[in-house]
């Protein structure tokens, strides 16, 4: 149930609630610089009423393209809030992408900063993509020509309230709010549309059985065009009313540093950032003393990382969760001994439903290892103008199925035991190897190639490339690293890269991706 405030499942309710009930907490810090949450409100009013006047429609999507910030939440807010839909895109994505990823969604206009890597390009790349109407600069990005992020929270403060309260009267939970890209095995990203129920609904449930409160403190370092950033840890804090901190890049030193001089009450980051922040060189004196809970979840998590987490704070959460549903859909109980957080990833709330299924999808008893499908509220509106795509992943009955592999419990808990998509997972972030095969396959010198991902002990694994070169060519593996980079975001580039005579193949004629892999995963025990 939602909690009595919230009358609506929408995200722009959600803050309304929070900004009457906590108005002079502080809510977005970041750099010295503290907006409570009533300011918050009044920002997103402003904004949301430029926006309008832009002639931002309701359903049209709007891009993104900044690090954590106060002001990419704010925008989320804003956008959500006349009933737009926020598009993220990645700070570390190259020209190419965006402008692959841009014409899949078409955003009519898009919030831009200078400050990092290919956002010196963007002009290029808005030539591209037509559908973009208008550019707003943050932060530091501010042409001559362009409007700026605090250009419109001035000209909107001006503007009267009523058209935004005409826009509002028109809204729908089910109406879209986020497009968070996710891989596909196609080698395409798929854009996942999440709406306000299924976030809300989401995040309601998550800080219930995980619980959130108004007097928490939360670091914000997470990439926040993912559901990780922008919704588990961004909107769970605007939910309780709690303070969120933003780090614009994660730093390990910087971020135990913050940890001690905000009094942090919650941690909530991937495994690999734990990893970094135990081999930093001021953590043998770092003061986690107000830390009350760390939430580790979007990767597997190795069992010695485990516990040296579980040092962190009286209490750690171990969840699952995926794009498709907004952000966690299990978490260990608060207080879960080790054992527990080694071998399970907790249970559902009472909201979703979870069963595991065979590959004809026929559910599995308890015990038994499958593919996880999960249904409920949480579950995405469909894939962004692919109902194809969309019909692949939800069944009609409502059933999504995960590609991820796991075994129930007979208390109800699951254990993640792998995955079915052909995926791996660096740093916390989602990489499919179809989409690096098929760009570098782009390049004239190399005639064959096959991507696996390498167990690696801090980012969980990294990339490894296996290169047949076209014949005749001379190639280089400093040719095939300066090629990545132009196309393919820094956490895509593969760290290891192996040319090949030949790919090792299957009596079907398949790539043997097990062959190439087996060399590099620890020997098995009698």
């Not at 095995?185 to 449930?205: D, E, F, Q, R, Y």
């Not at 840890?233 to 309780?240: E, H, K, N, R």
């Not at 972030?429 to 989409?435: D, G, H, L, S």
């Amino acid at each position: 149930m939602l909690p009595s405030r919230f009358t609506r499942r929408h995200l722009s309710d959600v803050l309304a609630a929070t900004a009457r009930e906590f108005p002079d907490r502080p809510g977005l810090i970041f750099q010295g610089d503290v907006l409570t949450w009533q300011e918050v409100d009044a920002q997103v009013n402003a904004l949301a009423k430029a926006l309008l006047e832009l002639g931002v429609d309701r359903g049209d999507r709007v891009g993104i393209f900044c690090p954590p910030r106060p002001e990419y939440l704010i925008t989320c807010l804003a956008v959500t809030r006349i009933g737009a839909i926020l598009t993220g895109f990645n700070v570390h994505y190259t020209a190419r992408e965006i402008i692959e990823y841009g014409r899949l969604v078409n955003p009519m206009a898009m919030f831009t900063i200078s400050e990092l890597g290919v956002a010196t390009q963007l002009d290029d790349v808005l030539a591209e993509l037509p559908s973009i109407v208008h550019r707003i600069g943050i932060g530091g990005d501010g042409l001559p020509t362009m409007l700026t992020f605090d250009d419109l929270l001035s000209i909107g403060a001006a503007l009267p309230d009523a058209p935004l309260g005409q826009r509002m009267a028109q809204r729908e939970e089910e109406d879209g709010a986020l497009i968070v890209f996710t891989g596909g095995t196609t080698g395409m990203p798929k854009p996942a549309l999440l709406s306000h129920k299924n976030i809300v609904a989401n995040i309601t449930a998550q800080n219930r059985e995980v619980g959130f409160r108004h007097d928490d403190r939360l670091i914000q370092h997470l990439p926040m065009n993912h559901v990780s950033g922008c919704v588990l840890i961004s909107v769970g804090a605007l939910m309780a009313g709690a303070a969120l901190y933003f780090m614009d890049r994660f730093r390990p030193v910087e971020a135990l540093e913050l940890i001690r001089e905000a009094r942090i009450t919650i941690l909530g980051q991937v495994p690999p950032m734990f990893a970094m922040e135990t081999l930093a060189p001021n953590f043998p004196s770092a003061d986690l003393s107000s830390l009350r809970m760390t939430i580790v979840a979007g990767a597997p998590t190795p069992p010695t990382l485990m516990v040296r987490i579980g040092q962190f704070a009286p209490i750690t959460i171990h969840g699952y969760g995926l794009t498709e549903t907004g952000g966690m859909v299990t978490y260990t109980a608060p207080g879960a001994e080790l054992e527990t957080l080694l071998h399970s990833a907790g249970k559902a709330p009472s909201e979703v439903e979870m069963r595991i299924v065979d590959e004809e999808r026929v559910p599995l008893s308890v015990g038994k290892i499958g593919e996880i499908a999960l249904r409920g509220d949480f579950v995405m509106s469909g894939y962004y103008g692919d109902p194809a795509a969309t019909a692949q992943q939800i069944d009609a009955d409502g059933w999504l199925y995960t590609g991820d592999l796991g075994r129930l419990h007979a208390d109800g808990s699951v254990e993640i035991t792998g995955r079915s998509k052909e995926m791996y997972i660096s740093g916390g972030y989602n990489v499919y190897p179809i989409e690096i095969e098929t760009y570098l396959q782009s390049h004239p010198a190399i005639a064959d190639c096959a991507c696996i991902g390498r167990p690696d002990p801090i980012m969980g694994e990294q990339g490894m490339v296996f290169i047949v070169p076209a014949p005749g060519a001379n190639l280089r593996a400093g040719d095939v690293r300066e090629f990545c980079k132009q196309g393919l975001a820094r956490y895509k580039n593969p760290r290891y890269i192996e040319f090949v005579a030949e790919l090792p193949r299957t009596d079907l004629g398949k790539i043997d991706k097990q062959a190439l892999a087996r060399p590099f995963l620890p020997p098995v025990t009698e």
